[in-house]
């Protein structure tokens, strides 16, 4: 990806904080922590998601899931966070509801400042496509659409007219350097170009939070680590705020911020002190 920032044009009113940006701009974790600028200290971060103490349970027949038992967790703005844990914890649980694609079943949960127990259905939907890019483990794109078309969905959903849907869907794909690809359907595609699509789809819309399920769950290595390396961009570059879920070790220990989901709790969150 080549400089995804100047690439694709903001849809997003209000302007392009230049002083937070910069602090983004540091790619030693090391020097980052040992002397924040007063913009990097987590504090002095407005928080792009507020969950507080929140559960979930499912319930089918005469039984119950508590798949999150009391989970308070922050993403501040600008932040890079993995989530980890065993199978069943609750981890893409807790994703939908930051996600805004499901909603709590007791606890408070904010996204952009605004309580989600207070809007419709249709005020959820509206808020999640102006904050939230989601990419699913599974992809999810529609098998007989154009990469161009699958991208610029979201935008359909906001009212923007079809050149720029266009234009902007062409400048996501090639800001995933899938330039070359704009036509091709998903079945025409390999699992990582599928993928970058995907992502593409996520941030099109410039939104503040990229949030990402197990985003190399399907890839080989090589493809791994450009998708990797595409949301790192995204993050020091463009200041979205990225929280992935992984099963891989090596992608969570290059998150600055690590939390432990475990039996619907959380377990351990290096930001609340946590250890590095
Ligand atoms: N729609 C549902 N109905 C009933 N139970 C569910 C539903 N979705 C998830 N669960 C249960 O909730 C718990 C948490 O599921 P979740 O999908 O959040 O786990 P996960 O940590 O993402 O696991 P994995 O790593 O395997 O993806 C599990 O016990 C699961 O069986
Ligand atoms: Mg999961």
Do not use: W
């Not at 400089?3 to 974790?29: A, Y």
């Amino acid at each position: 990806m080549t400089g995804p920032g100047p690439s694709l044009p903001r849809t997003r009113e209000e302007p392009h904080d230049q002083t937070h940006d910069q602090t983004h701009d540091q790619t030693h974790d090391q020097e980052h922590a040992l002397t924040p600028a007063p913009e990097a200290r987590p504090a002095a971060r407005a928080a792009a998601i507020e969950a507080v103490e929140v559960t979930r349970s499912y319930r089918f027949g005469d039984t119950t899931v508590d798949a999150l038992r009391g989970v308070s967790f922050t993403v501040a703005e600008g932040e890079y966070t993995a989530i980890v844990g065993p199978s069943g914890s609750g981890k893409s649980t807790l994703m939908h509801l930051l996600g805004c694609l499901d909603r709590p079943t007791s606890g408070v949960l904010r996204v952009g400042g605004r309580d989600v127990a207070t809007l419709s259905d249709a005020e959820l939907a509206q808020l999640r496509n102006q904050e939230i890019g989601f990419v699913f483990q599974a992809f999810q794109l529609l098998p007989r659409s154009s990469a161009m078309d699958n991208v610029a969905l979201p935008l359909l959903y906001r009212g923007v007219k079809a050149p720029e849907r266009r234009e902007l869907a062409a400048a996501a794909l090639r800001s995933v350097n899938l330039g070359h690809r704009l036509t091709h359907r998903p079945t025409q595609m390999s699992g990582g170009e599928q993928q970058r699509v995907a992502i593409a789809r996520a941030l099109v819309g410039s939104p503040r939070i990229l949030l990402a399920d197990e985003p190399t769950g399907n890839l080989d290595t090589k493809n791994g680590a450009e998708v990797m390396r595409i949301l790192e961009e995204l993050n020091s570059e463009r200041g979205v705020a990225v929280v992935l879920v992984t099963h891989d070790d090596e992608v969570a220990a290059r998150a600055r911020r690590q939390v432990r989901v475990r039996d619907g709790l959380i377990e351990r969150d290096t930001a609340a002190g946590g250890g590095a």
